[in-house]
């Protein structure tokens, strides 16, 4: 059995036979039951599958990354996935979301970090006015780079030695975000199965001086630099 929701948020469940089983959801929170595979009005929260009174076992992981790009390349206000609970039981996960920048690649080189990615559960922007790869300090400054967008297509490209000029602290963390046409846009790698990205996933450093920069996903997935003072060796 394999399951999928499809970009009109409708449960997609293909079986080994024919099955005319009627679908049941039921919140794991609240106890409310939905009947049937449209899934347009769900509440936030996670659901059960079941039918003839119990839950579906599966072995499916319930996505396709292709499948995944494809749903984020609507404009939407809510993300609703298919899921394998640990224990085989299929789920329906539905959350909120709001537009952002799907990371797809990240290029940490030549004194830039460059980044390129994908306008997800927005509009298009096929005519941007203007378009900023921005750098925004945790409790300081903010820089930015120059960027472009087509259709949802977002590449950007900021100095590392902007992220380093008078740095005197130890350690700082700058968060990056796509800035479209005065629209600030968080970059961040979730349309995968990969977990714990931060300790799982690393780039190459860069050097400014003694300044090693490094960008990373944070504990949200979300894409940022940390430019970090190494200390002389003798």
């Not at 919140?27 to 936030?44: F, K, P, Q, R, Y």
Request: a negative charge; proline letters at 6%.
């Amino acid at each position: 059995m394999t399951s999928r929701v499809d970009d009109d948020d409708t449960l997609r469940i293909e079986w080994p036979e024919p099955d005319d089983g009627k679908i049941l959801l039921r919140n794991t929170e609240t106890g409310e039951e939905h009947e049937g595979i449209d899934l347009s009005g769900l509440a936030a929260g996670t659901w059960t599958v079941s039918k003839h009174g119990a839950p579906l076992v599966t072995d499916d992981p319930g996505f396709s990354l292709d499948g995944l790009v494809a749903y984020a390349g609507r404009a939407r206000d809510r993300e609703i996935r298919a899921v394998r609970s640990p224990e085989g039981i299929l789920h329906v996960l539905v959350r909120e979301v709001g537009p952002y920048v799907e990371v797809a690649r990240v290029c940490p080189e030549d004194g830039m970090v460059g980044v390129e990615g994908m306008l997800a559960y927005g509009e298009p922007r096929p005519a941007a006015r203007s378009a900023w790869l921005v750098a925004v300090a945790r409790k300081g400054p903010e820089t930015a780079g120059g960027g472009t967008v087509r259709g949802r297509r977002f590449t950007g490209k900021v100095p590392i030695a902007q992220l380093t000029e008078g740095q005197t602290k130890r350690r700082v963390f700058w968060d990056l975000f796509a800035e479209i046409d005065g629209v600030r846009l968080p970059l961040a790698a979730r349309l995968d199965d990969v977990t714990e990205k931060k300790s799982r996933v690393r780039f190459p450093a860069q050097y400014v001086g003694q300044v090693r920069v490094r960008p990373y996903f944070t504990d949200a997935d979300s894409l940022a630099v940390a430019c970090t003072i190494e200390e002389k060796t003798s």
